[in-house]
Nanobody, 115 residues
Framework: VQLQASGGGLVQAGGSLRLSCAAP????????MGWHRRAPGNERELVAS???????YYTRSGKGRFTVSRDPATNTVYLQMNSLSPEDTAVYYC??????????WGQGTQVTVSS
């Protein structure tokens, strides 16, 4: 596993969590990175991504409540999640694009939001 995700946990509805993803410099510096999630019974879906020039992209799942950012000093990508709801319960994965596809994946971190 080349990407190390952390920061998940149990939080009440309305709360916040910040996920972190540490990547090797060779991956972090040259690739778009992003966060996906897989909720029980659902397909894995993209939540947000960030490019090397800090351009961000959010899907409907992440827009408005989530913020993706990156820190070149530590080769870390973050996902700040606010106003969480039980529908956000999922395993969250960080990933990096290479050659046009999401090729590098972390191990996933569980986020559980209680009502």
């Amino acid at each position: 596993v080349q990407l190390q995700a952390s920061g998940g946990g149990l939080v009440q509805a309305g709360g916040s969590l910040r996920l972190s993803c540490a990547a090797p410099g060779s991956i972090f510096s040259g690739n778009v990175m992003g966060w996906h999630r897989r909720a029980p019974g659902n397909e894995r879906e993209l939540v947000a991504s960030i490019s090397t020039d800090d351009t961000t992209y959010y899907t409907r799942s992440g827009k408005g409540r989530f913020t993706v950012s990156r820190d070149p000093a530590t080769n870390t990508v973050y996902l700040q999640m606010n106003s969480l709801s039980p529908e956000d319960t999922a395993v969250y994965y960080c990933a990096a694009i290479s050659s046009g596809a999401w090729r590098y994946w972390g191990q996933g971190t569980q986020v559980t939001v209680s009502s």
